[in-house]
Every structure is written in structure tokens, then in C-alpha cells.
T-cell receptor, first 115, second 114 residues
Framework: EAQVTQNPRYLITVTGKKLTVTCSQNMNHEYMSWYRQDPGLGLRQIYYSMNVEVTDKGDVPEGYKVSRKEKRNFPLILESPSPNQTSLYFC??????????????FGAGTRLSVL | AQSVTQPDIHITVSEGASLELRCNYSYGATPYLFWYVQSPGQGLQLLLKYFSGDTLVQGIKGFEAEFKRSQSSFNLRKPSVHWSDAAEYFCAVGASGGYQKVTFGTGTKLQVIP
């Protein structure tokens, strides 16, 4: 089954304790992206990756890191989480244009609480 | 810079009634436009998209949307709403010619009453 898998689905942590949210897709998509969703703000893009070893900042990259060492994986790293990073996070992937264009396939989300 | 406005934060309709969700975008060239739906506790699922051609596009679950360049709008419609349509709906605009930048609206939450 084609899917984008995020882990964990729920995470409670404390300020300053490094964490990683994993994202994996099995559709051989080149493009992957991370979003955060906050009430009244919709989805805001954190980082995206056009292909392996190619990443770039989205609208709200501060406090986050990403890496793309393999095509299927795109982990989101919070080196020193703070309470303002409490949010619902989504990973998404997309094929190249012409093979589906900009359609994005989303994971089920990771709800993060930073105390 | 591209942007999307969904002016209605929350909409309530009766089951069987028609629905229209508004979306206005700002983009300098011909945009890629999308509507996604998010059911409670779920990720986002694509309802429909507009890239070019016919300005009235059909999507899944009986939804359609019309691209109106003169009004910079891409409103979502459904002739008869079902209780299972209760969800949050997001309009999004993407840069034509590339896919690295997709901007989402703030969403419209749809409540369906019996």
C-alpha cells in the first residue's frame, strides 16, 4: 500500500531534550516536505527536499533541522525543543511534475507537546 | 509571494443542503490550485486540483471547484452535503513550473447538522 509513515504519532517531551520525528514513503517520490499545523494558522511549511541531499527552508524553519540521505526517508530533528514548537506535524511527499504534479501525499501526523 | 485566503473559519450546513467554500489566492502567474480535506485525527487528502484547461474541475466524493482568474478564486462546491463530509478543508496554491513551494490557507471547518 502506497503511504507516508510518520513516527511517533504522539510525543510528549521536555524543553531542550533533542528529538527526531521520522518520515518514510514507499512511493519512490523525489519531493518531501514537513509542515506544522496550528489552530488558525493552517499548515506552514518547515523544510522541503527536492531529492536526496537537497533540502531547503520553508516558511518557518527556525528551531528545526532535516536531512535527506535516502530517497524514502526525511526525518525532522528538533535539537533543543521549546514550548512554542508544540504543534501537529505532517510529512508529505510528491512525485516529479508530469507524474502527478504538485499533488502531495500526507502522513497521518505527529502530535508533539513540549513541556 | 503567493498567498491563500479562506475567509470562512467555520461553516455549518444541514445534511442534503448545498455547500460552497470560498478560496481566494494571490499569485503572479498561472497557479496550481488544490483543495485538501482533513478528517478528524487524519492527515490531508487531495480532493481535486487545477493545473490548466477546463476551469471547472471535478474531484472525489462529489466535490467540484471552479477557477475564476478574474476573481482570483477557486471555490469548492458540493450540491448535497452528507454527514461524512464534516471535516476541515484547506485550499492551497502552488508555484507553476515547480513544486517546491505550496502555500496553504488557514482552513474552513465544516459542520453538518441532521
Amino acid at each position: 500500500e502506497a503511504q507516508v509513515t510518520q513516527n511517533p504519532r504522539y510525543l510528549i517531551t521536555v524543553t531542550g531534550k533533542k528529538l527526531t520525528v521520522t518520515c518514510s514513503q514507499n512511493m519512490n517520490h523525489e519531493y518531501m516536505s514537513w509542515y506544522r499545523q496550528d489552530p488558525g494558522l493552517g499548515l506552514r511549511q518547515i523544510y522541503y527536499s527536492m531529492n536526496v541531499e537537497v533540502t531547503d527552508k520553508g516558511d518557518v524553519p527556525e528551531g528545526y533541522k532535516v536531512s535527506r540521505k535516502e530517497k524514502r526517508n526525511f526525518p525532522l530533528i528538533l535539537e533543543s525543543p521549546s514550548p512554542n514548537q508544540t504543534s501537529l506535524y505532517f510529512c508529505a511527499s510528491s512525485p516529479q511534475p508530469g507524474l502527478g504534479g504538485n499533488i502531495q501525499y500526507f502522513g497521518a501526523g505527529t502530535r508533539l507537546s513540549v513541556l | 509571494a503567493q498567498s491563500v485566503t479562506q475567509p470562512d473559519i467555520h461553516i455549518t450546513v444541514s445534511e442534503g443542503a448545498s455547500l460552497e467554500l470560498r478560496c481566494n489566492y494571490s499569485y503572479g502567474a498561472t497557479p496550481y490550485l488544490f483543495w485538501y480535506v482533513q478528517s478528524p485525527g487524519q492527515g490531508l487528502q487531495l480532493l481535486l486540483k487545477y493545473f490548466s484547461g477546463d476551469t471547472l474541475v471535478q474531484g472525489i466524493k462529489g466535490f467540484e471547484a471552479e477557477f475564476k482568474r478574474s476573481q482570483s478564486s477557486f471555490n469548492l462546491r458540493k450540491p448535497s452535503v452528507h454527514w461524512s463530509d464534516a471535516a476541515e478543508y484547506f485550499c492551497a496554491v502552488g508555484a507553476s513550473g515547480g513544486y517546491q513551494k505550496v502555500t496553504f490557507g488557514t482552513g474552513t471547518k465544516l459542520q453538518v447538522i441532521p
